[in-house]
């Protein structure tokens, strides 16, 4: 394998929405818990607010398409190039 994959590349900008959108998914869920309706929203919007920012700063440009082997180490995915 090659010591830098051009696949596993990312803003930090990324990361940080990442962990805004999961902290707003444990609050949201520690508020249906509760049974807080507050909390719930609250969650809702940091998740629904991170999701729309992540989007503005390009969260979906890090994504690389291409098929690469170096991700499935333990052969073929398709059963044709195990048989």
Same mark, same amino acid.
């Given at each position: 394998?090659?010591d830098t994959h051009e696949a596993h590349r990312a803003k930090p900008l990324s990361w ?52 690469? !082997? ?6 073929? !995915?398709? !059963? !044709?190039?195990?048989?």
């Amino acid at each position: 394998m090659s010591d830098t994959h051009e696949a596993h590349r990312a803003k930090p900008l990324s990361w940080v929405m990442v962990a805004v959108i999961t902290i707003g998914t444990i609050v949201g869920t520690f508020g249906v818990c509760l049974a807080s309706w507050p909390i719930s929203i609250i969650g809702a919007a940091v998740v629904v607010l991170g999701s729309v920012i992540a989007l503005a700063t390009g969260i979906m440009e890090d994504v690389d398409e291409s098929a690469s !082997r170096d991700l499935w180490p333990i052969g073929g !995915r398709d !059963r !044709r190039e195990i048989a």
